[in-house]
Nanobody
Framework: QVQLVESGGGLVQAGGSLRLSCAAS????????IGWLRQAPGKGREGIAC????????YYTNFAKGRFTISRDNAKNTVFLKMNNLGTEDTAVYYC???????????????????????WGQGTQVTVSS
């Protein structure tokens, strides 16, 4: 049974930073990618970034480039999302999830579809105050 547990969310002032963690266990080898996605109040889920479990290649959606950094520590089965210069528009529940689609495919298509992600964690709340 796949388990994904997010942590690191909280309340931060605009301009601040947070680092989210996603602890993964029992992830099938069929799932080659772990991604971070979010859902803001009243909006649908959107992709942020994803990373290959095997080779560490990454893909970032346009709004995440330059502010967010995804990384992994395979020894600890953990994927991180470092977020800098946060704004109130970043207030959302942040999720990690697994996918069979590689970051290379996302790069080739120029998108990161939420429907690619099968198993999701419970999410962690990030609230950015002005």
């Amino acid at each position: 049974q796949v388990q994904l547990v997010e942590s690191g969310g909280g309340l931060v002032q605009a301009g601040g930073s947070l680092r989210l963690s996603c602890a993964a266990s029992e992830v099938s080898s069929d799932y080659v990618t772990i991604g971070w996605l979010r859902q803001a109040p009243g909006k649908g889920r959107e992709g942020i970034a994803c990373i290959s479990i095997s080779d560490g290649s990454t893909y970032y959606t346009n709004f995440a480039k330059g502010r967010f950094t995804i990384s992994r520590d395979n020894a600890k089965n953990t994927v991180f999302l470092k977020m800098n210069n946060l704004g109130t528009e970043d207030t959302a529940v942040y999720y990690c999830a697994t996918s069979q689609v590689s970051p290379t495919t996302a790069e080739n298509l120029g998108t990161m579809r939420t429907t690619w992600f099968g198993f999701w964690g419970q999410g962690t709340q990030v609230t950015v105050s002005s």
